[in-house]
């Protein structure tokens, strides 16, 4: 066994207890015994990090001595750590160490007969360190909800009617527009998914209802913001050059017409918009906020 010095951070010290090819593991000490942690090579560069100990501020100093061993003494160039979600303290202390959470495995381990889901967290030899703000705010990034945002356009015409759209994928008719892409602001998503949709992306008057959707049918919760695409000879419609393949066809419905050719929530807004388009609606499931 190669003699490794003791890493420390003044009073942590970790020791080492084994290294060969595929596992680098140390004792820890902290005033006396405070447990295990170890490196595992998974695939060249890479390495796993395992930890045994009690107490979650020990183990998050543990980590970032190892941390700082395997990238520079052992030539790694990433880390992972893999943790049941439902163990807190251990992604605490994965998170406090400097590994960014990336995502669940679902059904990855099995324990006790049981699949268990695996939540991995990595962290990246040129990544910035937990105690910088670049470091931190992107550890921070990793693990804080990820909310989509929907962008749909209100379109009317001089009788007062809504532009609907006959999507590919479900029966309900539809609002133009779309979910907002990354790095993307809502505007420029509704404009962008128009574009894309019909051929032309009409001017954006202003906002007429920001909602809250739930969680629905697989899909996660989301806030949709609706534009106002302004008011237009019906004669419009001729303009307007679906896709043909997510957009087969659109058409004027008047808000009476509704209910059962659109989902129960536009089912529910839309009316209530149509009716009141000077107000901006601060909507919950299709529902007004009441304050």
Known sequence: MTAVPPLTDGDLTLRLARQDPQVVAFD?????????????????????????M?????AQRALRLLSEYAFGELGLERLQVEVDPALHASARVAIRSGFRRE??????????????DIAVYGMRVDDPR????????????????KKRVIAHVVVRDTSGRVLLCQVSYKKDLELPGGVVEPDEDPATGASREMEEELGTALPLLGVLAIDWLPRWEGWGDAVEILYDGGVHDPSLIDRLQPDGFEIKD????????????????????????LAAPEQLHNLSDGSPIIS
């Open 54 to 58: 009690d107490r979650t501020d020990v």
């Open 130 to 145: 937990p105690e910088t703000v670049t470091g931190w705010t992107a550890l921070m990034d990793s693990t804080l909800p």
């Open 28 to 52: 820890v000490e902290n005033g006396g015994p405070a447990g295990t942690v170890e490196v595992r090579r998974t695939t060249p560069g890479v390495g796993l990090v395992v930890w045994a």
């Open 250 to 273: 659109i058409s004027w419905h008047a808000p009476e017409e509704l209910t059962g050719l659109v989902s129960p929530l536009n089912a529910r807004r839309l009316p209530m918009i």
């Open 103 to 116: 995502g669940v495995l679902r059904g990855a381990a099995l324990v006790e007969g049981e699949r268990r």
